[in-house]
């Protein structure tokens, strides 16, 4: 079955920003639709996407990079065949020639690759899951959920961008959507109670009017009690560090400049007091020493890296050769093809390094990155809350895997324990 023709438009992400849409139709008709989410905290190791520039959108439009898929990818992809994934992200890859994809433009060249995919699982009757990871692909990761927003791009005072909650205590995935939605209603009342309105920000998450972590966590885990779910839900920190490093090599927390060595202890000292488990770029993108000296000090939690390895192989090969990190957070769109992808997934499991999944702020409808999670049987997957609908379309589409799978999939599985 042969790519017969690739159309591109630009559409509007969950935040109004716009994106790109691709769809790859096959000499039979069938036909593979997919878009590109777009994230709002970016590290400079991300693949580059292409905009406009100029007054449309504020310089955000995406027409240039729908041009490229419609005038220069589509004429030379005509004839390929669909089910050559890894020949198809490599030849995008060698057209736009360039090592970040900015020629291009890395949203055009994922949207090609994503829409290819699904036009592939199609041709042969696989769901997506199953033709990204064969019969291996049977087990559904756990949700990590944003509950309060701070950070840069929250109104709180909060230092960190996210503060989670770790669902690690259910048999089911229905059964962990559950108790996220009854916990995020008892923070919710809690919030409302203490403070009156809270606005809420990018994925359903709370922005209260505080500045300290242990406040935030007191709250988190009082809605979990109250909620029934004690010791059956952790906690997680999105630190992004590198917004927080300063033109001193300081980290600026709660008004004072600290040094990588005291934020460590910090760390320390709340995965003393608080069922932290997961802490996610606690320094800056380039400090591959002090989240190796992390791993070691904490091996029981998960230290993650997003900005540090941008789902890149080589820079993952470096955290491995100094043991940097136990986790990688996988994003899609952060190196620009499903194989690159794929590989960056493959070479952290092959080396003992979880996977988890995540979304990005302004995302889509698109539920790829659920199947993908599947496929590469990752550890987790964020989502943030099911509060609107690119999010609910993930999480819908988690809880459809599970019903197809039925008895062969595993949601509590063989892992680490990192709430003892």
Not at 131 to 158: D, Q
Not at 231 to 245: C, I, M, Y
Not at 361 to 366: G, K, L, P
Request: net charge negative; with cysteine.
């Amino acid at each position: 079955m042969f790519i017969k023709e690739i159309k591109a438009l630009e559409i509007l992400s969950s935040a109004g920003r716009p994106t790109i849409q691709a769809k790859v139709t096959l000499n039979n008709g069938i036909a593979g639709v997919a878009s590109v989410p777009i994230g709002t905290s970016k590290g400079k190791y991300e693949a580059k996407e292409l905009y406009d520039g100029g007054i449309r959108y504020r310089g955000y439009g995406v027409r240039k990079a729908v041009n490229n898929i419609n005038q220069f990818i589509a004429p030379r992809m005509k004839g390929w065949e669909v089910i050559q994934q890894r020949a198809i992200d490599e030849f995008l890859i060698e057209l736009d020639g360039t090592k970040d994809k900015r020629r291009l433009g890395s949203n055009a060249i994922l949207a090609v690759s994503l829409a290819v995919a699904k036009a592939g699982a199609e041709s042969i009757g696989l769901p997506l899951y199953r033709y990204i990871g064969g019969l291996g692909a049977k087990r559904l990761p756990m949700p990590l959920a944003t509950m309060i927003a701070g950070g840069e791009h929250s109104p709180s005072m909060l230092d960190f961008e996210d503060y989670l909650l770790v669902f690690n205590g259910f048999e089911t995935l229905a059964d962990a959507v559950e108790a996220l939605m009854e916990i995020r209603c008892c923070l919710g009342e809690l919030m409302t109670g203490k403070y009156g309105a809270i606005p809420s920000v990018t994925g359903g998450a709370y922005a209260p009017p505080i500045e300290s972590t242990e406040e935030a966590f007191d709250m988190m885990l009082e809605s979990v009690e109250k909620a029934g779910f004690s010791k059956r839900v952790t906690l997680g920190l999105d630190v992004a560090g590198s917004e927080l490093f300063n033109e001193n090599r300081r980290y600026k927390i709660r008004g004072k400049e600290i040094t990588n060595e005291e934020l460590s202890h910090y760390f320390e000292d709340l995965s003393v007091q608080y069922p932290l488990v997961f802490i996610e770029d606690p320094f800056h993108q380039d400090d591959f020493d002090s989240f190796a000296k992390l791993t070691l000090c904490l091996p029981h939690i998960q230290i993650v890296g997003d900005d540090l390895f941008a789902t890149n192989p080589d820079r993952i090969k470096r955290g491995i050769k100094k043991k940097a990190c136990n986790t990688v957070l996988l994003k899609v769109n952060q190196i620009g093809t499903l194989s690159e992808a794929c590989d960056a997934a493959l070479l952290a499991k092959h080396n003992n390094y979880e996977v988890a999944v995540s979304m990005r702020s302004s995302d889509t409808t698109d539920s790829f990155i659920a199947d993908l999670a599947v496929g590469l049987g990752a550890l987790q997957i964020k989502l943030g809350s099911p509060v609107s609908g690119e999010r609910s379309a993930k999480y819908n589409r988690l809880l459809e895997i599970e019903q197809e799978l039925a008895f062969e999939t595993r949601f509590v599985r063989e892992h680490t324990d990192y709430s003892e």
